[in-house]
């Protein structure tokens, strides 16, 4: 079982990006599935998550507004869209598959290795 994060880079401030986590070894779609980010210093929160049916979803208050988590069953793939970046935004990504729906890492089972966002001002 393995989650893959990727798309991250540099990115100047109010640009868009969009992150990648593919899962290998399992069918994501029998998960929910959670991006959580960790910037320099400070602990690892949840910023978003997505039921197995993508029927529900959350987000934290800090990116309500500007990041959706679109999925993609068929390409075993869930998608962070990232709009309207901020330079606070700057962290490492990682994503988690799980059972329920919430951003405490509680809820997840697996986790892929992150990717790093880095947004300019």
């Known amino acids: 079982v393995q989650l893959q994060a990727s798309g991250g880079s540099l990115v100047q401030a109010e640009g868009s990006l969009r992150l990648s986590c593919t899962a290998s070894?399992?069918?994501?779609?029998?998960?929910?599935i959670g991006w959580f980010r960790q910037a320099p210093g400070k602990e690892r929160e949840g910023v978003s998550c997505?039921?197995?049916?993508?029927?529900?979803?959350l987000y934290a208050d800090s990116v309500k507004g500007r990041f959706t988590i679109p999925r993609d069953n068929a390409k075993n793939t869930v998608y962070l869209q990232m709009n309207n970046l901020k330079p606070e935004d700057t962290a490492v990504y990682y994503c988690?598959?799980?059972?329920?729906?919430?951003?405490?890492?509680?809820?997840?089972?697996?986790w892929g290795q992150g990717t790093l966002v880095t947004v300019s001002s």
């Open positions: 988690a598959a799980g059972h329920g729906l919430g951003l405490s890492s509680a809820w997840y089972d697996y």
């Open positions: 070894g399992f069918i994501v779609d029998q998960y929910s």
């Open positions: 997505v039921t197995s049916t993508g029927r529900s979803t």
